[in-house]
């Protein structure tokens, strides 16, 4: 079982750079078809930078999605549910920083 810093979904690889108590950032490598699934953040907010391919983000309430080419940023508020994904399920890598505040991960669904 994935601890609470940890994915509980497949990905190529995850990296975590640096952390605290109230923020942290994590490098994310998605392999072709692979997917961060729908989730949300009670108080952090994600901000993705797309370091290779092109990272699709969509949200929900409201729906939106983002194509992000390397060097551009999205910022998901708290509360907001989002996924993120390859552009038409390719490889993709970017970043995350995340907070400020305690983080958590709460499927959409769960």
């Known amino acids: 079982m994935a601890s609470p810093r940890e994915p509980n979904y497949v990905i190529e690889k995850h990296e975590i750079l640096a952390e605290t108590p109230d ?35 969509e949200t929900r309430a409201p729906r939106a999605s983002f194509e992000l080419s390397p060097g551009q940023m999205c910022s998901v508020p708290p509360k907001r549910a989002h996924r993120v994904g390859g552009k ?23």
Request: a negative charge; proline letters at 5%.
């Open 88 to 110: 038409d399920g390719s490889r993709c890598k970017f970043a995350v920083v995340q907070g400020i505040g305690h983080y958590d991960y709460n499927p959409v669904g769960a």
């Open 23 to 57: 923020l942290r950032m994590i490098i994310l490598t998605l392999a072709p078809g692979q997917e961060v699934p729908w989730h949300w953040h009670s108080t952090v907010t994600d901000t993705c930078i797309c370091l290779e391919g092109t990272v699709t983000l």
